[in-house]
């Protein structure tokens, strides 16, 4: 399985940004949890949101009203929209996949198997 994350960059704050997330070699036909995670200097990864085969969606307090996850399953392709960005999301933004066997849908990086290398997300104020 393969991700690969594109799309971070540096904007001001109030800005929007949209990230994506292309995965090979990853099985949609069946139940599965994808999603965003992020990683601060400093600090222990966290989710950000995520999202089931079925459409649920999950996402961390922090983001809610401001960040939307999406799917594409036809190209493969998640999303996270970012608006009204803040400096504090300022952060190595990583899409991440779960193994499919698990049933679990839990906003935490323990339920996730599957990486990307990350994109990297700067606010300024």
């Known amino acids: 399985v393969q991700l690969v994350e594109s799309g971070g960059g540096s904007v001001q704050a109030g800005g929007s940004l949209r990230l994506s997330c292309t995965a090979s070699g990853y099985t949609y036909d069946r139940r599965y949890a994808i999603g965003w995670f992020l990683h601060a200097p400093g600090q222990c990864r966290e989710g950000v949101a995520i999202?089931?085969?079925?459409?649920?969606?999950s996402y961390a307090a922090s983001v809610m009203g401001r960040f939307t996850i999406s799917q594409d399953n036809d190209k493969r392709t998640l999303y996270l929209e970012m608006n009204s960005l803040k400096p504090d999301d300022s952060a190595m933004y990583y899409c991440a996949a779960d193994s499919g066997q698990t049933g679990i849908f839990v906003l935490h990086p323990w339920a996730f198997a599957y990486w990307g290398q990350g994109t990297q997300v700067t606010v300024s104020s």
């Open positions: 999202i089931s085969s079925d459409g649920r969606t």
